[in-house]
């Protein structure tokens, strides 16, 4: 008898498919298409077991819809640029070019070892110059579109990176890579201009129904639609305004102070004769933009002396403060502050001694107001409170309805005007850095910011740069920097920026349609492969990649690179779980921990241990974390395994929404259990010619179909593994002929093919199946099959299970009743007497009590 071999039969496959071309997406009119994408991986030198669970979960779906009869087009690419590869470009000192592409190669030669459905043919890194030379094209159609702009801006600074940082790149008030204090810094800027498509970008989210809930919610919460108010202060010592948008004007009669932002242009005109405000702004001037860095900060002020006329009573004045919470880019940079509602305005007001005003207090219960030191009241706008100080109608009212009065009354009044506004920002696309794509302008002191000529596109990098500098080198590059102007000819400077990464992976989807066109996109080949059929990926993403690429989808849509189906790019959307495993440690006197790769620990009787004896410290399954080292590396697995046991493994222990806890003995079970297909399968071609009951098997494989297709389709593949292993079980004891227990087998290992190819490609063949089980169509269950003629009863005695019996799916109840007394199980319980009562629950179960 055969041993199953992985290691052999998987390589032996590989190549079969590579020379039979199976995975190249060909163009078909004639079928249904299909395109399945993961998010592409940045190019960081190794595979992890996220990974492989990751790109497993899209290869089934791949391999399946393949069966089913669909043109599927199943890509693979890099996000290449980036920070990250400028770091090592300084540390290792290569060229961060030669650094990504050869972590690439590595990559990819492990990506191959896993059996993936990829196209090859289409891959490309976002670094290459043919992908960044029609992202600068595009650019330069957006700025003509009016949907790219410039302009001074206050970003995110790292002092020692010493380039701008988007909000989610600072990380408790640092740099995410350098571990720098972020600082505010005002730059001139490029941005597009995605807030043209807030409402949009909103209301389409309802109409994605096959994207998980939470992260519509995500963002539906970051574009943030509001409806307030818009009005302004006026100075009392001052020929001036303050304009303030709230969207709770309701509580205007709880104002104690108005605040204005660090960035204010009033704050700036006064910190020029005020010492003290220029170094308080500056200090301010020192925390990022991010609003939760923002909210963890100690709220601090400082008194302008100027006083605001309250616009419900001129006699009322209040305190004009500089406030460090406050951006300059939400709203109008002022705010009035209203303790009695708000927890920042009221840790504010105690701090600098305000007034606490509610406007109004809850309809029941017990309540401390935030005047009597209790917490700030801050119901749900749908919430009917009693307002003790009312701007506008009912006493008794929800916020939403005092709301609308507020802005109904200040419109009437003609002191302000109700406004719906956006949280979403124009996205800041500018980027102090090398490794990235250059954006195509030059400015020209003739003619202004001229865009490149497409015809000079692509705008490389230039290789000889160096990192011994701080900064970015294109800054220092004086013959790749001074060009002469594309319009008139004249001495011209190359905008030495680069692009946020973000932008790069903001439609690579589109050109995996038409990797080789030399335009962005292919019109014919967009208009078939687009959009995305299933997207898969981490939530991490679920707010701004995912929002990015539905802006850029709709921007090329504008610019006539997609069609209009195709401005949402993903029909459907899954975020997968994270692969987790124990953390190994040591700690020694001084409290330093030292940690343990998995592969370095042995776990037995009495703990983990190293292999010198000394005994390591077990901390619960965790994310994998390079810096923890409970990383599972999968070329080990895959040696030790083989690369079906890793995909079964990642598939089979968990729902794919949740995480997963890679664990040894998990790996070992599925090992065992593989190679226990293989010797059913074995057994199978060698059973009797004839032999029992074979319509019971038979039944059995149709009801295995039909289970396993629609865990497949519905992303239930752990169910459909579960599924696997009971009809294996079922095979593995049955009595039947050699035809059925063949059929039955071959059945197995196609329904086994996308989690499991390279075995079940092996035993096809054993099993005397046409071509390759990759290109074989796929299983169909015989509905009649699976209508069950008998059922099985389980039977209980006084509450316990002792037995079961199969009768007829409509056996009249006298007939269950007497097999269930007939039972020797049962005749041992009843020893000799009569069951007071025998309850028979028709198709479901029989209950005896003695």
Known sequence: MARYDAAQIEQKWQKAWSEAGCFTARRDDTKPKYYVLEMFPYPSGNLHIGHVRNYTMGDVVARYKMSTGHAVLHPMGWDAFGLPAENAAMERKVHPGDWTYQNIANMKAQFARLGLTLDWSREFATCDPEYYGQQQAMFIDFLEKGLVYRKNAVVNWDPVDMTVLANEQVEDGRGWRSGALVERRELTQWFFKISDYAEDLLEALDRLENWPDKVRTMQKNWIGRSRGLQFAFDLSDRDDKVEVYTTRPDTLLGASFVGISPDHPLAR??????????????????????????????????????????????????????????????????????????????????????????????????????????????????????????????????????????????????????????????????????????????????????????????????????????????????????????????????ETDTMDTFVDSSWYYARFTSPGATTPTDAGEADYWMNVDQYIGGVEHAILHLLYSRFFARAMHACGHLPASAIEPFDALFTQGMVTHEIYQTEDATGRKTYYLPSEVERREGGAFLKDGTQVQVIPSAKMSKSKRNVVDPVEIIDRFGADTARWFVLSDSPPERDVEWTEAGAEAASKHLARVWRIAEGARDAPETGGDDETLLREMHKAIHDVTVNIESFGFNAAIARLYAFANTLSKSQAGRQAQVKAARTLAQLM?????????????????????????????DPAMLVEDEVTMPIQVNGKRRDEIRVAKDAPKHQVEALALASDAVQRQLAGATPKKVIVVPGKIVNVVV
């Open 269 to 494: 005109e006064l910190e020029a004769s005020n010492p003290d405000l220029a170094a308080f702004n500056a200090e301010c001037r020192k925390m990022g933009t991010a609003e939760e860095e923002l909210e963890k900060a100690e709220k601090r002020g400082f008194d302008t002396g100027l006083k605001a006329r309250h616009p419900l009573d001129p006699s009322w004045e209040l305190p004009v403060y500089v406030a460090n919470f406050i951006l300059m880019d939400y709203g109008t940079g002022a705010i009035f502050g209203c303790p009695a509602h708000d927890p920042r305005d009221l840790e504010f007001a105690r701090k600098y001694d305000l007034p606490v005003k509610s406007t109004f207090v809850p309809m029941n219960g017990p309540h401390t107001a935030p005047e009597d030191k209790g917490e700030p009241f801050v119901p749900p706008k749908t919430e009917t409170v009693r307002y003790t100080r009312i701007v506008a109608g009912a006493a008794e009212q929800t916020g939403d309805a005092a709301i609308d009065a507020a802005i109904d009354r200040a419109e009437s009044e003609g002191w302000g005007q109700g406004v719906t506004k956006f949280r979403l920002r124009d996205w800041g696309l500018s980027r102090q850095r090398y490794w990235g794509c250059p954006i195509p302008v030059l400015h020209c002191d003739a003619c202004g910011v001229v865009p490149e000529k497409k015809e000079n596109l692509p705008v490389e990098l230039p290789r000889d740069v160096d990192f011994d500098t701080p900064g970015n080198p294109l800054d220092r590059h004086p013959t790749w920097r001074d060009v002469p102007c594309p319009q008139c000819g004249g001495a011209a400077k190359r």
């Open 753 to 781: 093919a996308p989690m499991t190819p390279h075995l079940s490609e092996e035993l096809w063949r054993m099993l005397g199946g046409e071509g390759l089980v990759t290109t074989a169509a796929w299983p169909k269950a």
